[in-house]
């Protein structure tokens, strides 16, 4: 079992930048592939970006390609995505999701992570 928390939303203008971070507790953290995903209002709830946790190889939707960087502590058991250049359309509530241990999932897909929390809001104003 793992616990996550996000924090580090807001509200910014185009062009700013924010840094999400997932504080997670509980065993295996270092074991873990992770996960951002977003849901805008009215929309299905989509992936951001992803890293494995063996190597730690990182994946991203196209559309935040060169923006978004996630990375990983394990020492501090610390999930975050750096966002720069935010635009209108990255407004959305923006949740931290957790594999199990050891687990090769398919890193885009929502229905392969086990955990999650409870989401931060982010909103950038044109």
């Known amino acids: 079992q793992i616990q996550l928390v996000e924090s580090g939303g807001g509200l910014v203008q185009t062009g700013d930048s924010l840094r999400l971070s997932c504080a997670a507790s509980?065993?295996?953290?270092?074991?873990?592939?992770m996960g951002w995903f977003r849901q805008a209002p009215g929309k299905e709830r989509e992936f951001v970006a992803a890293?494995?946790?063996?190597?730690?190889?990182?994946y991203y939707l196209d559309s935040v390609k060169g923006r978004f960087a996630i990375s990983k502590d394990n020492a501090k058991n610390m999930l975050s995505l750096q966002m720069n250049s935010l635009q209108p359309e990255d407004t959305a509530v923006y949740y931290c999701?957790?594999?199990?241990?050891?687990?090769?999932?398919?890193?885009?897909?929502?229905?392969?992570?086990?955990?999650w929390g409870q989401g931060t809001q982010v909103a950038v104003s044109s």
């Open positions: 509980g065993p295996s953290f270092g074991s873990r592939s």
């Open positions: 890293i494995h946790w063996n190597p730690d190889t990182t």
């Open positions: 999701a957790a594999a199990r241990p050891y687990q090769d999932i398919r890193l885009r897909v929502e229905y392969e992570y086990s955990y």
